[in-house]
């Protein structure tokens, strides 16, 4: 009982995180089963040294990278810098951003995910994917250009 209480109170943010990462509904859902299986298994080991919300997702993000497992692709880009923040205009939906996010290339989009919009620092994520920190920061840029674009479409 105690479990499925545990499983209902996170499962709807924990896809989101897993279809972010993902990008497909079956996927996502697979990755979140596998992850609360996980979390079930060694939810003993809970330190309270964060957020039981917080454990859980680096346990969901963990297990949509490995349902990637995907080879990853990072664009390559050209020297010009891209870094400045993604201005969201208020006509743009919540809904229309979440499709311009979803419609970005599949290591650029991940990447930005794991950055923009659930905080992880560039050396975390060039650990988790193993790539490089340049290699992170460059593809968050990259990303950051793009949305500027498709956001800009919109408009």
């Known amino acids: 009982m105690a479990q499925r209480l545990l499983f209902e109170r996170y499962k709807r943010a924990m896809f989101s995180v897993a279809l972010r990462i993902l990008n497909d509904n079956d996927h996502a859902n697979d990755a979140l089963q596998d992850a609360f299986v996980e979390v079930f298994r060694h939810l003993d080991s809970f330190r309270f040294q964060s957020t039981l919300g917080a454990w859980i997702k680096i346990i969901v993000v963990r297990q949509?990278?490995?349902?990637?497992?995907?080879?990853?692709?990072?664009?390559?880009?050209?020297?010009?810098?891209?870094?400045?923040?993604?201005?969201?205009?208020?006509?743009?939906t919540g809904e229309a951003l979440d499709a311009a996010i979803r419609s970005l290339p599949d290591g650029a989009r991940t990447v930005f995910v794991l950055a923009e919009v659930e905080g992880y620092k560039h050396h975390e994520i060039a650990a988790m994917l193993n790539i490089s920190e340049g290699t992170c920061k460059s593809q968050v840029s990259y990303a950051r250009k793009l949305l500027r674009r498709k956001l800009a479409e919109l408009i």
Not at 65 to 88: C, M, N, P, S, Y
């Open 64 to 92: 949509s990278l490995r349902k990637r497992q995907l080879e990853w692709r990072f664009e390559t880009i050209d020297e010009e810098r891209h870094d400045q923040a993604v201005e969201v205009p208020d006509t743009v």
